[in-house]
């Protein structure tokens, strides 16, 4: 092993290969405290060449490595096992916007790029770049990219890899695939750059990529509706969808139990909207006309959901900083459940015509087996996609409980969910958490066809072993 760690010194300086504890404590546990592993070293390369180099190395000595970027991941993913002999390759120092093409409307940058800063330094040139989560301060692109991850804006400008024209890939042989080309249009046999995409580390290691950008809103209406059921809710989305189109940018949904949590460790994040709905709803308009068209359309629309019964309050924000507020509120369920303790975590998706019926019996099976559960239910309701979370009954050592109950409760949510034809992940990925999930409900045959894929891009099983898939 010393002679690994000297011929990695023969492509990094000493000071960016870690090896003592304390130096590689913080990537070898997950945002969620929820795994922790041990690492032979942690690297952090600067540019592709170095991260070629590295992959041939540990090919060439059959060691496993785990490409990390900003470690928010939520699967476990972006964490070794436990053996100590893998090396977590962390793509942070690679962090260069390589170009901004302004007559093509794109960006090119390198994976250890912070999502908050590639908005910004989009918008510094009149450009919206439309990927938004809670993590934007902290996941670089390379993760999104690797995740696929979703975010609050999909529903008007898609997925991660909507977002994506073209990649640069370190193979598992340590060859650089140099996809970065910026067009909108490519049909020269199979999509290599739809492969690595949202192969969470397991197939090619992410070094670039090139990224669509889109004009920047000249103005945004933000507001918080109530509801009294998931069937209004659905219907005020597609009253918004019919009336809005484009505009439409953001349909998230609350429940009241979600926002209880959060004003109870967070009281500055209390519902604006009087009497805990049952449904809170924060809705965004994005428009390219005028502040005084979006804001009338808003208006329009509001007044029909109301005269229709689909509504019962609503509250718009007055300015740019209570828009925020409503954003946060949003955002800090996530916060407030870590603070209440462990959960567990689902990102599903179910067709909007069978999301009522999804609520009502799981909610029921759930609640009937386990007394006391709390199901904190909130997400992208635009997307179909519930973070349909489950935290322990209170009176419940959370540990404890989830250590004896957390495999039938995801089966029982599995279960439903491929009962109702969707998917047991729609944005967070599946790691390490979700292995055994993925190959129960993905279908034998689509299941074959990863392990085939895995096995013939990555035939030693280096690129993040048993994580996604297991060969
Ligand atoms: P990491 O956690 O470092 O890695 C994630 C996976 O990608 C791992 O499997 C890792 O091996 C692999 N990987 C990382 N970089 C590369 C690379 N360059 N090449 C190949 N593989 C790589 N996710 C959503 O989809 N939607 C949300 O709304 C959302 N909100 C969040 C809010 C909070 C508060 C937090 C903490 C997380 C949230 N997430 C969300 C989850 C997480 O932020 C995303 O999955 C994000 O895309 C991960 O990026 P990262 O850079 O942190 O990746
Ligand atoms: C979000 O939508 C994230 O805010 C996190 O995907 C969801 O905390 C969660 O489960
Ligand atoms: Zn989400």
């Known amino acids: 092993m010393n002679?690994?760690?000297?011929?990695?010194?023969?492509?990094?300086?000493?000071?960016?290969?870690?090896?003592?504890?304390?130096?590689?404590?913080?990537?070898?546990?997950?945002?969620?405290?929820?795994?922790?592993?041990?690492?032979?070293?942690?690297?952090?390369?600067?540019?592709?060449?170095?991260?070629?180099?590295?992959?041939?190395?540990?090919?060439?000595?059959?060691?496993?490595?785990?490409p990390q970027g900003g470690n928010t991941g939520f699967c476990g993913g972006a964490t070794p096992d436990d053996s100590g002999e893998q090396i977590v390759l962390n793509l942070k120092r690679m962090n260069t916007i390589r170009e901004i093409d302004v007559a093509n409307q794109t960006i090119t940058l390198e994976a250890g790029?912070?999502?908050?800063?590639?908005?910004?330094?989009?918008?510094e040139q009149d450009f919206l770049f439309p990927l938004s989560l809670g993590a934007e301060g902290s996941c670089m692109i390379g993760g999104n990219l690797a995740t696929n991850a979703g975010g609050t804006n999909v529903l008007r400008y898609g997925n991660t890899r909507d977002l994506c024209l073209g990649l640069e890939v370190v193979t598992a042989k340590g060859e650089i695939w140099n996809g970065l080309k910026g067009l909108r249009k490519d049909n020269t046999g199979y999509d290599l750059r739809d492969l690595f995409i949202g192969s969470e580390g397991t197939l090619g290691i992410i070094t670039a990529a090139v990224m669509k950008l889109y004009p920047l809103p000249i103005s945004q209406w933000t507001t918080l509706v109530a509801t009294d059921s998931i069937a209004s809710t659905i219907a005020l989305l597609n009253l918004f969808q019919k009336r809005a189109t484009s505009l439409l940018t953001g349909f998230e949904m609350m429940t009241q139990e979600s926002l209880a949590l959060n004003e109870k460790h967070f009281p500055r994040m209390a519902n604006p909207l009087k009497g805990n709905p049952p449904y809170t709803v924060l809705i965004e308009l994005s428009d390219h006309e005028s502040e005084a068209h979006v804001r009338q359309l808003l208006e329009t629309i509001l007044e029909e959901a109301f005269g229709a019964g689909l509504m019962t309050d609503a509250v718009i924000a007055n300015n740019l900083a209570q828009a925020k507020t409503f954003w946060h509120m949003r955002e800090h369920i996530t916060l407030a459940q870590a603070e209440e303790g462990a959960n567990l975590k689902h990102d599903i998706t179910i067709p909007l015509s069978a999301l009522e019926s999804f609520i009502q019996e799981t909610d029921a099976l759930i609640k009937a087996q386990y007394p006391g559960i709390r199901i904190i239910n909130f997400g992208h309701l635009g997307d179909g996609n519930l973070h349909y979370n489950i935290a322990p009954p209170l009176d419940a050592d959370h540990q404890a409980f989830n250590a004896a109950h957390e495999k039938p409760i995801y089966e029982l949510i599995y279960s439903q969910v491929e009962r109702c034809h969707g998917?047991?992940?729609?944005?967070?990925?599946?790691?390490?958490?979700?292995?055994?999930?993925?190959?129960?409900?993905?279908?034998p045959v689509a299941h074959d066809i990863m392990k085939a894929l895995k096995t013939a891009l990555d035939p030693q099983n280096i690129l993040n072993p048993h994580k996604v898939v297991s060969i």
Not at 23 to 37: E, F, I, N, S, V
């Open 3 to 66: 002679s690994i760690l000297s011929q990695l010194n023969q492509i990094l300086e000493q000071k960016y290969i870690l090896i003592e504890e304390e130096d590689k404590a913080p990537y070898l546990t997950d945002w969620r405290k929820r795994y922790t592993g041990k690492a032979l070293a942690v690297v952090l390369p600067r540019t592709t060449q170095e991260v070629a180099k590295i992959v041939q190395l540990c090919a060439a000595n059959q060691i496993a490595l785990v």
């Open 113 to 123: 790029c912070i999502l908050q800063t590639v908005q910004e330094k989009a918008a």
């Open 423 to 443: 998917s047991i992940s729609a944005e967070h990925g599946v790691g390490q958490l979700k292995l055994e999930g993925l190959r129960a409900h993905k279908g």
